[in-house]
């Protein structure tokens, strides 16, 4: 328990110290799509990865502009192993861009702590062919320690932050796990949840800061289990009910 906060905070600590020009450039591109009222999609393409776009749609104290591209296919809820053979499974992220017909002048954010596999791959490149800007969120060193014959890869070899737009290095290690305990094999302890999630709320916040200094008051989710969140989140509903197709 010891050996995995200090992990945790580490990892936060790094991010925090390296990644703040990025992490402000992509803030910067969000906060220029709320100012004209578009959406921001994101999507986390296979396992866990679905959590960090969970992590900033529909959540209090972040932007209602954002739609998150909750695929099943993807997800552990619908099968853990079809939800890996789906995120290897080349051009399925191009059908999911294309369904939401994410293209010209939109932003989308993908998520993926490999930032190696086909529906990431496809989806940030289906995404950028349509026209839209692209936040890649993705571990830098995985992406590049990873063998190029690895089953998990696109077949093109290409990694997520060599593609995108705005990309910022979430920081995992390989392998994710991160703990070694003596006369064990396996690593346990993985980050990445936590790795992403830091990067995406200080990606909101930034963005949020960038828009209320510009004399911009953006639309902010309050939680609805607090005092009046109901009420507030009901004024700005009806703007946002048929665009976000998760709500």
């Known amino acids: 328990m010891d050996m995995y906060y200090q992990e945790v905070l580490g990892i936060i600590r790094e991010i925090h110290e390296e990644e703040k ?12 799509q709320v ?22 749609f529909f959540r209090a104290g972040g932007l209602m502009h954002v739609s998150a591209i909750l695929n099943q296919d993807t997800m552990l809820s619908n099968g853990a192993l ?13 059908i999911v861009v294309n369904d939401y017909g994410i293209g010209k002048e939109d932003l989308l954010i993908v998520v993926n702590a490999y930032g190696i596999n086909s529906a990431t791959i496809d989806a940030a490149l289906q995404a950028k062919e ?28 290409m990694n997520l932050h060599e593609i995108v737009d705005y990309p ?43 828009l209320v200094e510009e004399g911009v008051n953006p639309p902010v989710w309050r939680s609805g289990n607090a005092p009046g969140g109901d009420d507030w989140n009901n004024r700005f509903l009806g703007r946002f009910r048929d665009n976000v197709r998760c709500l």
């Open 130 to 157: 349509n026209g839209a800007s692209v936040i890649g969120v993705s571990s830098f060193t995985h992406a590049q320690n990873c063998p190029l014959d690895h089953p998990a890869r696109h077949p093109s070899k």
């Open 21 to 32: 020009d990025h992490i402000l450039a992509a803030a910067r591109a969000i906060a220029e």
């Open 168 to 210: 910022v290095d979430c920081k995992v290690k390989v392998g994710d796990a991160t703990i070694t305990l003596p006369g064990f094999e396996q690593k346990i302890g993985a980050l990445s949840t936590y790795a992403n999630a830091y990067v995406l709320n200080c990606i909101v916040v930034e963005a949020i800061n960038r």
């Open 82 to 94: 079809k939800s890996m053979q789906v995120e290897r499974l080349p051009g399925y992220g191009r």
């Open 35 to 56: 100012k004209k009222d578009r959406l921001v999609y994101i999507w986390g393409p296979g396992g866990h990865s679905n959590l960090a776009a969970m992590e900033i």
